[in-house]
């Protein structure tokens, strides 16, 4: 409901007011609540969450993905998240927060709601609230001045009992200097990196240990469907050489097509406009003629724009940047595409209201002249003409298939050499049909003794005939021996790999004196240092993320951890080095981290407070409307 004015709201107050409410809700309902609702979607201490509300606030939070999405939600993605629980879980959260303010008492003056419109400058004429433009803006919403005051009121009562919690989230010098430390202190590495690859040699290899790991992992070694396929082909390039375009053709698609060759003439303009119904065009006329009297007089445009414009470019002074032909509705249009550079026009009426236009630039036409253009215009033409003949062709040969009775008959009938294949897979299709995907597409589809379609691909159009196929089956071992025993020996040598690594590590756990530089060097490895990193820098080169979540739980006490630490297919053992204290000199950092600490707090406070009245209430929920 509040969505337009929060877009334009800039006063501290209400930019405050939305924060601390996007923060604790992702949705809102219209107005105030029905006690009477009969189709409640849920009820919240006997308060009834309408249907209604519901309903709006899961086409807004559908309307938002589908933003980040470009338009379109992947299928399935909604089931996905169980969308409609999350929307009435956060409705739920909202009753239970509202009547917990009431509750504590928490109240939201008449007053108050006064100022917070008045402080919107959506309903401000030159920084003054203005009680027309209040009402016409509502009712350009479709929101009547009770039903948006309601909802204001419950926003702003939401928004005090956010601050009411977050005044007991203190944090204390101590407990941020503490904090402050133990987050951005930093910390450094010796380790060792033990890989597979160096361990190849080490590993045995025997007809036995083939054969039994070859038991274990024989699906792994399913071979892929083939197919046997014979295909009539209709290729566009076997068309081309065959046809002519006339000049007039490619003089009348160059002609009908401009826009294909360069850029068309575009114009920037600055406009204003004044919404108009049947009732009010005349009062409305009378308006302009005044603004247009002064925009001629030599006032400053995109200064009227922003006093007197009715729609969103009047806060960019009426700009509506570069636009061509056919973007704008005609009048305006016409009107812009007759003026000079500078020149004001007089009042141009739309279906959307009068119109006073300022041409601002003209970006001069630049197009290829038909000497540079015909060239492609005849190969495109020549490839449209060459798509249709080969469609009249391979329609009228399926017609003929059909009627034959199969393709093999039909080749037969009419003298038609077909192309055929050996067995092929999918992955590794014969050299013919390497750039036809749809085609081995539909291949794989097919059934043994199946005919296709007419399939259509950029190449042209095919017609096939599935002569046999070899499903998926289990090889036997010496058709794969050699891929078998190359994944034996990577599988043999990880694990001596992993092995090595924990006995090391063990060995440098047990003994207390066992020195760490010396013991990966009598294993052949490199000692690596790492950099510095802290629990809010937690990035050091050549160090895996995991190995980082380690080191943070190392000090001079406990130097080595648990466990070996398997990350990118190697093994990682490291051993705490040093340890640097963040200095105290840092005053911005702190102050930043403060802030972060106390959000932190608050929104532990939220939860808590939620999760207390969630369980302490009677909460009931209508499932017939989550299915």
Same mark, same amino acid.
């Given at each position: 409901m509040l969505d337009l004015l929060r877009r334009k709201a800039q006063s501290p107050y209400l930019q405050a007011t939305v924060l601390v409410i996007i923060v604790v809700f992702v949705f809102?309902?219209?107005?105030?609540?029905?006690?009477?609702?009969?189709? /409640?979607?849920?009820?919240?201490?006997?308060? #009834?969450?309408? @249907?209604?509300?519901?309903?709006?606030?899961?086409?807004?939070?559908?309307?938002?993905?589908?933003?980040?999405?470009?338009?379109?939600?992947?299928?399935?993605?909604? &089931?996905?998240?169980? @969308?409609?629980?999350?929307?009435?879980?956060?409705?739920?959260? %909202?009753? @239970?927060?509202?009547?917990?303010?009431? &509750?504590?008492?928490?109240?939201?003056?008449?007053?108050?709601?006064?100022?917070?419109?008045?402080?919107?400058?959506?309903?401000?004429?030159?920084?003054?609230?203005?009680?027309?433009?209040?009402?016409?803006?509502?009712?350009?919403?479709?929101?009547? #001045?009770?039903?948006?005051?309601?909802?204001?009121?419950?926003?702003?009562?939401?928004?005090?009992v956010g601050s009411g919690l977050a005044s007991? /989230?203190?944090?204390? #010098?101590?407990?941020?200097?503490?904090?402050?430390?133990?987050?951005?202190?930093?910390?450094?590495?010796? *380790?060792?990196?033990?890989? #597979?690859?160096? *361990?190849?040699? %080490?590993?045995?290899?025997?007809? &036995?240990?083939?054969?039994?790991?070859? &038991?274990?992992? %024989?699906?792994?070694?399913?071979?892929q469907p083939q197919a046997k396929i014979k295909y009539l082909s209709f290729l566009l390039k076997d068309q081309m050489d065959k046809i002519t375009v006339p000049a007039e053709e490619i003089e009348n698609y160059y002609k009908s097509h401009q826009e294909e060759f360069g850029q068309l003439e575009k114009r920037r303009a600055l406009h204003i406009i004044l919404k108009t119904t049947e009732q009010d065009k005349q009062t409305r006329r009378a308006e302009i003629e005044k603004i247009l009297a002064k925009a001629k007089a030599g006032e400053d445009f995109a200064a009227l724009a922003r006093q007197y414009s009715e729609d969103g470019s009047a806060t960019q002074g009426g700009d509506l940047g570069f636009f061509g032909r056919g973007q704008m509705v005609k009048p305006f249009e016409d009107a812009a595409f007759g003026l000079q550079k500078g020149e004001i026009s007089d009042i141009v009426e739309t279906q959307f209201g009068f119109h006073i236009i300022k041409l601002e630039d003209i970006q001069p036409a630049n197009i290829t002249p038909l000497t540079g253009a015909k060239s492609s215009i005849e190969s495109k033409l020549k490839k449209q003409q060459a798509l249709n003949n080969a469609f009249e062709k391979a329609n009228e040969a399926y017609e003929k298939i059909i009627f034959a009775g199969s393709l093999a008959k039909y080749a037969e009938n009419f003298k038609v050499t077909l192309s055929q294949t050996d067995f092929f897979t999918q992955a590794a299709p014969p050299a013919a049909l390497a750039n036809e995907p749809t085609v081995l597409d539909t291949a794989f589809s097919l059934k043994k003794g199946e005919l296709s379609s007419i399939i259509d691909s950029p190449e042209g159009y095919t017609i096939l005939f599935v002569e046999d196929r070899k499903e998926p089956a289990i090889p036997a071992l010496a058709e794969v021996k050699e891929q078998v025993e190359k994944d034996f020996i990577t599988a043999e040598a990880k694990t001596l790999s992993q092995k090595d690594a924990e006995e090391t590590l063990a060995a440098l756990r047990d003994g207390e004196n066992l020195d760490f530089s010396q013991k990966i060097q009598e294993k052949g490895l490199t000692v690596h240092a790492s950099e510095y990193f802290s629990r809010t820098k937690r990035t050091s080169k050549d160090l895996p993320q995991d190995v980082i979540a380690v080191g943070l739980t190392l000090n001079a006490d406990s130097p080595y951890p648990d466990k070996i630490i398997a990350a990118d297919n190697v093994f990682y053992i490291c051993r705490f080095k040093d340890k640097k204290d963040v200095g105290d000199n840092d005053e911005q950092a702190r102050k930043v981290f403060e802030a972060q600490l106390a959000a932190e707090k608050k929104k532990e406070l939220m939860d808590a407070w939620i999760d207390y009245l969630t369980k302490s209430g009677k909460i009931t929920i209508n499932e017939k409307y989550l299915n």
């Open positions: 809102w309902g219209v107005g105030g609540k029905n006690k009477g609702a009969l189709n /409640a979607v849920a009820t919240v201490n006997g308060e #009834p969450i309408t @249907l209604q509300e519901f309903d709006q606030a899961f086409q807004r939070t559908m309307d938002n993905l589908r933003a980040q999405f470009g338009g379109s939600l992947p299928k399935g993605f909604v &089931e996905s998240l169980n @969308l409609k629980k999350q929307v009435v879980h956060e409705l739920i959260q %909202k009753s @239970l927060l509202q009547q917990g303010g009431q &509750e504590m008492g928490i109240y939201v003056s008449s007053n108050e709601i006064q100022n917070a419109i008045k402080e919107m400058t959506v309903f401000q004429n030159n920084g003054v609230f203005d009680v027309t433009r209040y009402r016409e803006v509502l009712k350009g919403s479709r929101l009547t #001045p009770t039903k948006f005051e309601a909802g204001l009121q419950s926003d702003l009562l939401l928004t005090k007991f /989230a203190l944090v204390t #010098p101590k407990e941020l200097d503490d904090r402050f430390r133990f987050d951005n202190s930093e910390t450094r590495l010796d *380790y060792a990196v033990f890989k #597979p690859e160096n *361990y190849t040699g %080490k590993v045995s290899v025997s007809d &036995e240990l083939l054969a039994q790991y070859f &038991e274990k992992n %024989k699906e792994k070694y399913m071979t």
